[in-house]
């Protein structure tokens, strides 16, 4: 199995995965430095503001973020039309186990340099409402846990088909989706795994004057019932990958 | 030559899964603007032109690019396939011809989505906001803009897919590059910056003209953006060598 990984580790480097890892932080930081409030706002309720949109900006770019990563650690397989090659000389069980982990390992390093970075940003800009840990470690989970199911979602989908492209379009039509369902009544929000960034968010828009513009955020209750929900998504979606490889005709 | 690079590009797209896209997308868009327009009349006073800001806003901002990247991902994808590199550059074709006929292949799908949303656009304001009279010309012309708008983004993602071997990063670089677009508009400095100009043509944000009285600039961006994405284009398929 340490073979194995070590293969994976091996391809990925020359794949340059961790510059693909790290565009994914990127983009959603240079998101949310633009709109996070600066010094020259309010800075008491800043990190509330920041910890609000995060979860908007995750919807649009992680589906999309997630099938890319799903599909380059098959992609690279199907191009060389390696399946056989690979279902023939190594275990089925450490080959989907390899890949199975430097996916894990990539979303929770993504989440960890999102998190950080966000945490850097509001402490550069003078943030007064330094979150809670058990609100960080919150966070953590459930921008894991979201991450994971998508992954595994998106990396059934190349499986089956042997092709990024249908995955990349579920994750574009799911980004879109979700996206709208954060703009939609809070029910609608949990028929759309897309979009579980946002009701598992526990910052809120507490109220928001038109006239005056004045927004005030708060924060709400863990929803534990939508995260536990979502990981057995993600292990139902993590079985299905198992089985997808293991019942694969050579 | 050039039109049979073309026309082998077209066959690329029979039965392809990029239809149900074409399809999906554009609906889902059209279905939530119509919804969240009726949801604001209180709030959305100008008729046709707030339905379609609705139905355009986010397309425009997020959407377009990556559905573009996916387009041109597609295209060069057979290409990284194998020895294809080896035997598209040892054909009797200019390289550049091989670059154009893609990009008139990806403007024919981008031009059937902008009519595709147009259509959307008169059936829900018709069907279901029961809008009276016609669509406003301006919208129609907003169409064309952000497809003039648009041909810089679709000749920048067909480079990115063409030097980077992967499909999905190039899809992922066209949504970060929305993203950076809607920033730089906001601070008006998007005609600077490629994956803005699409927004600005669409006027998705705004029921004002964002563009009246701008237009020399706007076509002028345009143009020069295009022109170096295609001496880009020239000067990498002829002074890099392939790597398959």
């Given amino acids: ?250 | 030559m050039l039109y049979r690079c073309i026309q082998a590009e077209n066959r690329k797209l029979h039965a392809s899964p990029i239809w149900i896209m074409f399809f999906l997308l554009p609906v889902i868009s059209a279905g939530y603007g119509t919804f969240n327009y009726l949801q604001n009349l209180e709030l959305l006073t100008k008729s046709w032109y707030s339905l379609w800001t609705q139905h355009t806003l986010f397309y425009s901002l997020f959407f377009f690019p990556a559905m573009v990247a996916i387009y041109a991902a597609y295209l060069w994808r057979l290409e990284h396939l194998g020895h294809n590199w080896n035997l598209i550059m040892a054909s009797p074709v200019r390289p550049l011809a091989l670059f154009f006929a893609k990009f008139v292949v990806v403007i024919k799908l981008v031009l059937l989505t902008q009519l595709f949303i147009f259509f959307l656009y008169f059936l829900c304001g018709k069907v279901f906001a029961s809008l009276p009279g016609w669509p406003p010309p301006e919208t129609f012309f907003y169409l064309l803009r952000g497809m003039l708008g648009g041909l810089s983004v679709v000749a920048l993602q067909l480079i990115l897919s063409m030097i980077i071997r992967s499909f999905a990063v190039p899809i992922f670089i066209g949504l970060f590059g929305g993203i950076v677009g809607m920033l730089a508009a906001s601070r008006s400095r998007g005609l600077y910056w490629p994956y803005a100009l699409m927004q600005y043509g669409m006027n998705s944000n705004k029921s004002e003209d964002l563009l009246a009285g701008s237009y020399l600039p706007f076509v002028v961006s345009c143009f020069l953006w295009l022109v170096a994405f295609f001496l880009l284009a020239q000067l990498l398929l002829t002074h890099r060598d392939v790597k398959s």
């Fill in chain 1, 1 to 250: 199995m340490l073979r194995s990984l070590r293969a994976e580790l091996q391809k990925a480097k020359r794949r340059h995965d961790l510059l693909a890892c790290l565009l994914i932080p990127t983009a959603t930081l240079v998101w949310a430095g633009y709109a996070a409030p600066d010094s020259t706002e309010n800075l008491d309720d800043a990190f509330h503001a920041l910890f609000y949109a995060l979860p908007m900006m995750n919807t649009v770019l992680m589906p999309v973020g997630m099938a890319m990563l799903a599909s380059r650690l098959w992609d690279v397989e199907i191009k060389g039309n390696f399946p056989k090659l690979l279902y023939t000389l190594q275990s089925r069980r450490s080959l989907f186990t390899a890949k199975a982990l430097l996916g894990i390992g990539e979303v929770i390093l993504i989440t960890i340099l999102e998190l950080a970075g966000a945490l850097g940003l509001g402490s550069w800009y003078g943030y007064q409402d330094f979150p809670p840990v058990e609100q960080i470690l919150y966070y953590f989970l459930c921008t894991c846990t979201v991450s994971l199911m998508l992954f595994f979602s998106e990396m059934l989908l190349t499986i089956l088909l042997a092709n990024p492209l249908p995955a990349l379009c579920v994750g574009i039509t799911g980004a879109l989706v979700g996206l709208f369902s954060g703009f939609m009544p809070p029910i609608v929000g949990y028929f759309v795994p897309w979009g579980y960034y946002i009701p598992l968010n526990s910052y809120i828009l507490a109220s928001w004057d038109p006239d005056t513009r004045i927004v005030v955020y708060g924060i709400r209750s863990f929803n534990y019932p939508l995260l536990i929900w979502c990981a057995a998504l993600a292990i139902f979606f993590f079985s299905f990958t198992w089985r997808a490889i293991r019942q694969k005709e050579v």
